[in-house]
């Protein structure tokens, strides 16, 4: 018949020992799980809700009602709410609030054409959830609301006029 070789003799445990398997029962559980935490970071990053940064330039026109020129005007009287740190908050169709911020002092490098003649204006920007509607409270100034297809037509950027 064939030649018959014992299993090795192992000299310490005075005993035959088998040859050794590797078990691989470990890195295949290793494996499968990288592969679902790679696919739960994945998901994460594509199926979250998208965010835009709105903008927005709030005008006062009230010439007997605002102190102080350019990039340091604000309100005074009925409109003394009105100028740098004014709540912005933004919210949905639904009145989930989706976005804060406030506003900061326009400076005069930043006038554009659309506020030529404005004697007092602020600039926002919030960063807000997707929505399908937006309504947009500045202080307690000024409230208005926006469709999602107004805002993206203008480049998520919206002028408000007070006075």
């Known amino acids: 018949m ?7 003799f192992d000299r310490a445990g005075g ?12 890195w295949v559980i290793a494996a499968l799980a990288l592969v679902v935490v790679a696919g739960v970071v994945v998901f994460t990053l594509t199926s979250g809700s ?27 009287n009925e ?3 009105f100028g740098p740190g004014m709540e ?10 989706i976005g804060e911020g406030t506003t900061t002092n326009q400076s005069s490098d930043d ?12 600039d926002f920007q919030v ?16 409230t208005q609301s926006f469709d999602r297809s107004d805002l993206e037509a203008d480049d998520w950027h919206i002028v408000l006029n007070l006075g």
Request: aromatic share 4%.
């Open 15 to 26: 005993g035959a020992t088998a040859p050794q398997r590797t078990n691989v029962l470990p």
């Open 111 to 122: 006038a554009s054409d659309e506020a030529a003649g404005v004697r007092c204006v602020v």
């Open 127 to 142: 960063d807000v959830d997707d929505a399908a509607q937006y309504q947009i409270d500045v202080g307690e100034m000024a």
């Open 50 to 76: 998208k965010t835009h940064s709105l903008t927005g330039t709030v005008a006062l026109v009230a010439p007997g009602d605002i102190s102080g020129e350019n990039a340091s005007c604000k309100g005074t």
């Open 88 to 97: 912005v908050t933004v919210t949905d169709g639904d009145g989930a609030v």
């Open 2 to 8: 064939g030649d018959f070789r014992p299993p090795p």
């Open 79 to 81: 409109f003394a709410e």
